[in-house]
């Protein structure tokens, strides 16, 4: 067990006590905390000002600017939590993988990995230990932005290693991963080797976001959702629970709360799986803190089957931001409602913000939800 540094906010202070924090840790608030995925992103103009001409991983690479465009939404919409601008495939540039990020497509592997030869070749040029050697600019940047945040904690992200994993074998985007579904089966060794590398890449990556004043991170799983839940439990699980290890290992102490005083507390986790309704149980079985619920299911129905164990996070459909003024309003007042089954409830889209949405529409969400009371709708 590790313990955070004395100036880390968790420790001195500054975030300790905030609705973020404290919601994914189980502890309500007189009102619930709000951010957005995808919030530091293309629906910001002043987002869009600055990457103009930019290539996306040097924009995350570059501290100054990636801590500005982390601050940005907090700055406009006035959410209770900062995510740091990074993208899933970070970790594995810096450990030397070559990738491409293709506008209008996404990551693009020069090389797959799609045999056993193949992962071989990639964990022996590309170790973990690479990643280590170039975390410079990532530890700078959450040194910049912690700094500008003060009470406003910073949530560290990273893919989850089924999601990395993925990437590599498809070479690219995918519809259904059929390839990586495929390798899981025809050679279990190799495709524990592959996710057990991924899995190291992004606890190493999340460690140091928290090591560097991250206050709670996500584990991000774009397509968990394609598995049954045989198969996420005996492929998948495991890599992830690896990942998250990492950041459990690290503690602080909260002489604020009552009954916490005596012993230490892990830095809070949040995991989020897109279309995985029928994988929460098994999201569970991971470990992390929070559970994130895509629009799918609604989080009353979550809170049941997980027997009422763990804060939720979510689950705004996002495709509401484009509906008329009350029918979203109507919608979140729903969700809030149903987050209040929950032990505690982090609002959040169902997934990420899409680049269309108006920042106004934003702003009113984060307005509407903080003027809720914490039990259901007083307007």
């Known amino acids: 067990m590790n313990e955070l540094t004395p100036s880390h906010p968790l420790v001195d202070g500054r975030t300790t006590a905030a609705p973020l924090v404290r919601a994914a840790q189980g502890v309500r608030g007189s009102t619930t ?18 990457r103009s ?41 810096l450990a030397g993988v070559p990738v491409e990020l293709v506008p209008g497509r996404g990551p693009v592997f020069a090389e797959p990995a799609r045999t056993s030869a193949d992962i071989a070749k990639l964990r022996r040029e590309h170790p973990v230990e690479r990643l280590r050697e170039n975390l410079g600019p990532i ?9 500008e945040l003060g009470t406003t904690p910073l949530i560290g992200f990273a893919g989850a290693p089924f999601t990395l994993a993925a990437y590599l074998v498809e070479g690219g985007p995918s519809r259904d991963h059929l390839r990586a579904r ?51 439990l ?49 999201l569970a079985d991971v470990a992390g803190h929070a559970i994130g619920v895509d629009w799918r299911t609604p989080l009353d129905e979550a ?6 164990r763990f804060p939720l996070q979510g689950n705004l459909d996002p495709a509401y931001l484009q509906a008329p003024q009350h029918v979203l309003d109507a919608q979140i007042d729903d969700v809030l409602a149903r987050g209040a089954a929950a032990p505690a409830h982090i609002f959040n889209l169902g997934h990420g913000v899409p680049p269309e949405t108006d920042p106004g529409r934003l702003t009113g969400i984060v307005e509407r939800v903080h003027g809720e009371r914490v039990h259901g709708v007083h307007r």
């Open 53 to 93: 001409g930019r290539d996306m991983i040097e924009c995350c690479l570059e501290p100054e600017l990636a801590a500005e465009i982390t601050c940005q939404p907090v700055r406009r919409h006035g959410v209770d939590a900062a995510v740091f601008f990074s993208d899933i495939i970070v970790p594995m540039s």
């Open 182 to 232: 495929a390798l899981m089966h025809q050679d279990p060794a190799a495709w524990a080797a592959l996710t057990e590398w991924a899995a190291d890449l992004s606890g190493v990556f999340l460690e140091a976001q928290v090591r560097a004043g991250a206050s709670a991170v996500q584990l991000f799983d774009s397509w968990a959702g394609t598995l049954s839940v045989s198969d996420y």
């Open 139 to 147: 530890v700078e940047a959450v040194r910049l932005t912690t700094a």
């Open 33 to 50: 905390p709000v951010w957005f995925m995808r919030q530091a992103g293309r629906s910001l103009p002043e987002y869009r000002a600055l």
């Open 303 to 308: 809170n049941a089957r997980l027997g009422g």
């Open 234 to 282: 005996t492929h998948v699980a495991p890599a992830s629970q690896r990942t998250l290890a990492a950041v459990n290992e690290l503690h602080y102490r909260d002489d604020t709360r009552e009954g916490y005083a005596a012993g230490p507390l892990p830095v809070p986790t949040i995991h989020f799986a897109v279309g995985s309704g029928h994988l929460l149980e098994a």
